[in-house]
């Protein structure tokens, strides 16, 4: 059993939210994710309706499997922070939880400018309040999926319950192309998935593999 000491949170904006929480939905050791925005002023902000928040992830993690560290190095590697996009809500930025994760986070930035002799537009703050997305956000690659939704709604009894179960977690990384085909082989019977829900996910697996 999962110590509750273990389960730690982290919060990284870094671009469109649906790919990014898949992403984040694919590491070993994330145990939930959420999209929402923050790092803004405005009051209770929405999709249409952002005011200055960011588009953000909510990840919860095992730091017994994976850690903060790890988690930054994912945040790293997977999109552009010297080049400022076009919506402010795109902006690059990490929210931290305690002075050890802003620590890391300043050093992280200061070495990285070094070694690219150019600014870092990461803004790095504390995180406040977090205001989560609209539930069709959430896990949106399994939202897409209709015939998928369908089997899945009819396993769980509320919507919260469905977009927070490690089942969708897993799912959406692999309709986002974040996962293999080798391990969908793997653990496809335990989903426990109707035929047709299976059928339209293996399909759509394999022709991520296929363009590889």
Request: aromatic share 14%.
């Amino acid at each position: 059993m999962l110590a509750k000491s273990h389960i730690k949170k982290a919060y990284f904006s870094m671009g469109c939210f649906w790919s990014v929480e898949a992403l984040f939905d694919s590491l070993d050791g994330v145990i939930k994710t959420y999209v929402g925005y923050t790092g803004g002023s405005t009051l209770f902000p929405t999709y249409n309706s952002i005011g200055d928040h960011l588009e953000t992830v909510e990840i919860y993690y095992d730091s017994s499997k994976i850690t903060f560290e790890n988690l930054l190095m994912v945040f790293e590697k997977n999109h552009n922070y010297t080049t400022r996009p076009n919506l402010l809500q795109y902006n690059s930025a990490i929210l931290y939880n305690n002075e050890n994760e802003k620590e890391l986070c300043l050093n992280w930035k200061k070495s990285k400018e070094e070694e690219l002799t150019k600014e870092v537009l990461t803004k790095i703050s504390p995180i406040e309040k977090f205001y989560y997305a609209e539930f069709y956000h959430q896990k949106y690659y399994v939202q897409l999926e209709p015939v998928i939704m369908s089997n899945l709604r009819s396993k769980f009894s509320t919507g919260n319950d469905l977009i927070s179960s490690p089942l969708c977690h897993k799912l959406n990384a692999y309709l986002a192309g974040y996962s293999s085909l080798k391990n969908l082989n793997k653990e496809i019977k335990d989903f426990n998935l109707s035929k047709d829900a299976k059928n339209r996910l293996l399909s759509i697996v394999e022709g991520f593999n296929h363009t590889k």
